[in-house]
């Protein structure tokens, strides 16, 4: 399994300054089930340092949805957004 998405962004001793290439090329071969795992570990962690990580996956998933999909998504953003 794919480390979670921190762990990735972190590797060494600096930050990768390009982190959208970087996730995308970890994650290119990966199994489905090994994204969703890191996906959801990363979000149970609640740590700061994976929201770049999850940024990127959602980039990918808002560019690559329809209208009706991106709308849903929207709907779905607003209506869990507690004030």
């Known amino acids: 399994m794919k480390t979670i ?3 990735i962004i972190t590797e060494g001793e600096k930050m990768n300054p390009n982190i959208r290439n970087y996730i995308i090329n970890n994650f290119k071969n990966t199994e489905t089930e090994d994204i969703k795992n890191s996906i959801e570990e990363s979000i149970k962690k609640g740590d ?13 998933l808002w560019n690559n949805s329809s209208k009706e999909e ?11 957004l507690v004030s």
Do not use: A, Y
């Open 48 to 60: 700061e340092i994976t929201l770049p990580g999850l940024g990127v996956f959602f980039e990918l």
């Open 5 to 7: 998405l921190g762990k």
């Open 70 to 80: 991106q709308d849903k998504i929207l709907i779905t953003l607003k209506n869990n």
